[in-house]
Nanobody, 114 residues
Framework: VQLQASGGGLVQAGGSLRLSCAASGSIFSINAAGWYRRAPGKQRELVARISSGQYTYYTDPVKGRFTISRDNAKNTVYLQMDSLKPEDTGVYYC?????????WGQGTQVTVSS
């Protein structure tokens, strides 16, 4: 079972990116999932999460700017990031629960220039 994260890149402040996290190799669908960020020199922290019932949660720094969503048919979770700020820079990781097991994806780098 793998989680493939993609969509990172370099963007100017105020710009947008959409990250994707696709599950493969599993007979199970993604139930709950989260996006985490490790900023330079800091520990990895939660950014947003979505439950199996579509409940969403955002940390205060990203509330109103980021949107987490899912496409069950594609077994993929997304993170739409708008109005990006330099402090959003970091490596973004997805984590998802499939069949009762939580799995981490590899990171994708997001760099926001001022």
């Amino acid at each position: 079972v793998q989680l493939q994260a993609s969509g990172g890149g370099l963007v100017q402040a105020g710009g947008s990116l959409r990250l994707s996290c696709a599950a493969s190799g599993s007979i199970f669908s993604i139930n709950a999932a989260g996006w985490y960020r490790r900023a330079p020199g800091k520990q990895r922290e939660l950014v947003a999460r979505i439950s199996s019932g579509q409940y969403t949660y955002y940390t205060d720094p990203v509330k109103g700017r980021f949107t987490i969503s899912r496409d069950n048919a594609k077994n993929t979770v997304y993170l739409q990031m708008d109005s990006l700020k330099p402090e959003d820079t970091g490596v973004y990781y997805c984590r998802a629960e499939l069949g009762g097991n939580w799995i981490w994806g590899q990171g994708t780098q997001v760099t926001v220039s001022s």
